[in-house]
């Protein structure tokens, strides 16, 4: 059963970091990209970044570039999103979510989402 | 950044209805479109990609059909569990951007 596993989530002041992480099992990592995708309370969703297999090819939005760096550690089956100089707009449920880059299908499995807070 | 736009934003149906929704790309995306359905408190499920193609497991009361510019998303006869907010997306350019939503509410 494919299972991703968000953590990290929390109350961070403006300015702060974060450092998200998303723990997969359940199918090939290693053969998948991943995203991150999030939504602001109340608000619709925003793809926010992904990463290629082998993690050479990042894509982002541009209100999160220079500020987020997606990641993927293949042998523990992880993908983490590191979060700088967070800003209240970045106040959001963070989800993980896979590709099935074998077929060609986008955001086929969700994780739960790890809330995230902005504020003083 | 290619702008989704889907319409309506909100709609009220009954069960046993047949609805459309649409979703409108500011340039061409070929067929690489994709629907979500999301329900309160939970993550996004995937109904449709490739504009038409339906996700393993989705009922066959769900379709999709359109290319290039305009889309759309039928669901044939509403059932209780249809009452949820529907998402576009496109997936042929990065960023990658969703529509803003179609919730769907029980008249």
């Known amino acids: 059963e494919v299972q991703l596993v968000e953590s990290g989530g929390g109350l961070v002041q403006p300015g702060g970091s974060l450092r998200l992480s998303c723990a997969a099992s359940?199918?090939?990592?290693?053969?998948?990209?991943m995203n991150w995708v999030r939504q602001a309370p109340g608000k619709g969703l925003e793809w926010v970044a992904n990463i290629k297999q082998d993690g050479s090819e990042k894509y982002y939005v541009d209100s999160v570039k220079g500020r987020f760096t997606i990641s993927r550690d293949n042998a523990k089956n992880s993908l983490y999103l590191q979060m700088n100089s967070l800003r209240a707009e970045d106040t959001a449920v963070y989800y993980c979510?896979?590709?099935?880059?074998?077929?060609?299908?986008?955001?086929?499995?969700w994780g739960q989402g790890t809330l995230v807070t902005v504020s003083s | 950044a290619i702008r989704m736009t889907q319409s309506p934003s909100s709609l009220s149906a009954s069960t046993g209805d047949r609805v459309t929704i649409t979703c409108r790309a500011s340039q061409g995306i070929s067929s690489y479109l994709a629907w979500y359905q999301q329900k309160p408190g939970k993550a996004p499920k995937l109904l449709i990609y490739a504009a038409s193609t339906l996700q393993s497991g989705v009922p066959s009361r769900f379709s999709g059909s359109g290319s290039g510019t305009d889309f759309t998303l039928t669901i044939s006869c509403l059932q209780s569990e249809d009452f949820a907010t529907y998402y576009c997306?496109?997936?042929?350019?990065?960023?990658?951007?969703f529509g803003q939503g179609t919730k769907l509410e029980i008249k």
């Open positions: 997306q496109q997936y042929y350019s990065y960023p990658r951007t």
């Open positions: 979510a896979r590709d099935d880059s074998i077929v060609g299908v986008p955001l086929d499995f």
């Open positions: 359940g199918f090939m990592f290693t053969s998948h990209w």
